[in-house]
């Protein structure tokens, strides 16, 4: 079965700096996605970023980017110049091919940016 | 102007009523779903569709029940609803093809509180 767990439940950080949030998951199969969702303070789920499994390049999406390391199933965002904005729930989410079309997501990770 | 829409935003419900939980898409999707978010869990998959038809149920209770009137809606009623289906319930659609996975775009969600 699928499980994505996220273990860093907050972090706070100073705008303007790089943050890294953590996501491991779990899977039988040999192809995958991988998804970053945030969820601002109105409750509105976002899109922001995908990593699929047979790509080795780590994708890139304006500030934010991934650190995929398929060989410890391991997938962070990392998101640079953090803005107030920033701040949010950020989902890990993963797709494969044993769990057709759902998501299965991690419990998420509050990101804090102070002035 | 918003390119999923669930009505309504928020829902009282007593025990033991039904209500049904609306969601249109308008980003010429064919494959629609249903999530829900609880305070004890992370987000949930509940049902995905593809052109109308049902194509993974993860909801163990038959009180769920999606419909499809068209390819863009997916409904979702409840029937017999206890205090425990107090949740927000997330819409999300996709252009999803056989073999090919591809995002999931989330709706504003519905807040049920039912008392």
């Known amino acids: 079965a699928q499980k994505v767990t996220q273990t860093q439940t907050s972090i706070s950080v100073v705008e303007k700096t790089t943050v890294t949030m953590d996501c491991v998951y779990e899977?039988?199969?040999?192809?995958?996605?991988l998804f970053w969702y945030k969820q601002t303070a109105s409750g509105e789920i976002v899109f922001l970023i995908r990593?699929?499994?047979?790509?080795?390049e780590n994708a890139t999406v304006g500030h934010y980017s991934l650190n995929f390391q398929k060989p410890k199933s391991s997938i962070g965002l990392i998101i640079t110049a953090t803005q107030i904005e920033d701040s949010a729930v950020y989902f890990c989410?993963?797709?494969?091919?044993?769990?057709?079309?759902?998501?299965?997501f991690g419990k998420g990770t509050q990101l804090i940016i102070q002035p | 102007d918003p390119k999923i829409i669930q009505k309504p935003k928020y829902l009282v419900a007593v025990t033991g009523s039904e209500k049904i939980l609306i969601c249109e898409q308008y980003?010429?999707?064919?494959?629609m779903y249903w999530y829900r978010q609880s305070a004890k869990k992370p987000l949930e998959f509940m049902f995905s569709?593809?052109?109308?038809?049902?194509?993974d149920n993860q909801t163990a209770s038959s009180r769920f029940q999606p419909q499809s009137s068209k390819k863009n809606h997916l409904d979702l009623q409840i029937t017999a609803l206890k205090p425990d289906d107090s949740a927000t319930y997330f819409c999300?659609?996709?252009?999803?093809?056989?073999?090919?996975?591809?995002?999931?775009?989330f709706g504003p969600g519905t807040r049920l509180l039912v008392l």
């Open positions: 999300a659609s996709s252009q999803a093809q056989t073999g090919v996975q591809d995002t999931q775009y």
């Open positions: 899977t039988r199969d040999s192809s995958y996605f």
């Open positions: 990593q699929d499994s047979y790509k080795k």
């Open positions: 989410a993963m797709r494969d091919t044993e769990g057709a079309d759902r998501l299965t």
């Open positions: 980003l010429g999707h064919n494959a």
């Open positions: 569709y593809s052109y109308q038809k049902l194509m």
